[in-house]
């Protein structure tokens, strides 16, 4: 599995990696990458897609990696700007080595959805951001035409899912038990 953290933030960040280590102890091999941030000066999110291109490099490395070590079910875990950054990615890779994705917190709607080669789990908390909560209808409507997709609000959670790790952790097994 090769988890995505969100905004100016590191790979054992807070939920990404509190689920690096509950993945790995339900059996799972875990790789957590760095993306790109700003500057902490930087004007704000608005301009991270200019980090993009790198973000998609850095993404596509760990994949390549994963599957050059012999795993052949790769799953994209990510969290907030990490999911926006992983969406980008998986639009415009023809090649990406996963069996899924598995989306948290992710603020607005989903894209085009050319990514919908593999099945989706749009994850978002009970208290999330209101971006995240504005959106979570149309994230809905966009995986219902995806097989396998589907999306879950985790109870009692905010948008980095204080105290409702667990949960999530079982609800990313559930969906990874689940995939064909």
């Given at each position: 599995?090769?988890?995505?953290?969100?905004?100016?933030?590191?790979?054992?960040?807070?939920?990404?990696?509190?689920?690096?280590?509950?993945?790995?102890?339900?059996?799972?091999?875990?790789?957590?990458?760095?993306?790109?941030?700003?500057?902490?000066?930087?004007?704000?999110?608005?301009?991270?897609?200019?980090?993009?291109?790198?973000?998609?490099?850095?993404?596509?490395?760990?994949?390549?990696?994963?599957?050059?070590?012999?795993?052949?079910?790769?799953?994209?875990?990510?969290?907030?700007?990490?999911?926006?950054?992983?969406?980008?990615?998986?639009?415009?890779?023809?090649?990406?080595?996963?069996?899924?994705?598995?989306?948290?917190?992710?603020?607005?709607?989903?894209?085009?959805?050319?990514?919908?080669?593999?099945?989706?789990?749009?994850?978002?908390?009970?208290?999330?951001?209101?971006?995240?909560?504005?959106?979570?209808?149309?994230?809905?409507?966009?995986?219902?035409?995806?097989?396998?997709?589907?999306?879950?609000?985790?109870?009692?959670?905010?948008?980095?899912?204080?105290?409702?790790?667990?949960?999530?952790?079982?609800?990313?097994?559930?969906?990874i038990a689940g995939l064909p």
């Open positions: 599995m090769l988890l995505v953290h969100g905004l100016g933030v590191h790979p054992d960040h807070g939920v990404i990696g509190v689920l690096r280590v509950a993945l790995a102890d339900l059996g799972f091999t875990t790789l957590s990458i760095q993306m790109p941030v700003l500057a902490s000066d930087a004007p704000g999110a608005d301009y991270y897609p200019a980090l993009f291109p790198e973000a998609g490099e850095r993404i596509a490395a760990g994949g390549r990696w994963l599957a050059d070590k012999g795993y052949r079910r790769i799953v994209l875990l990510s969290h907030s700007m990490g999911s926006w950054m992983s969406e980008v990615y998986l639009e415009r890779a023809s090649d990406a080595p996963f069996a899924a994705w598995v989306c948290m917190g992710r603020a607005g709607a989903f894209g085009g959805l050319p990514h919908a080669r593999v099945p989706i789990l749009d994850v978002y908390g009970e208290n999330d951001l209101p971006a995240v909560l504005r959106a979570r209808a149309q994230r809905r409507s966009a995986l219902q035409a995806l097989p396998g997709s589907r999306q879950i609000v985790i109870a009692g959670a905010d948008h980095f899912y204080t105290g409702r790790e667990p949960a999530l952790a079982d609800e990313v097994r559930a969906f």
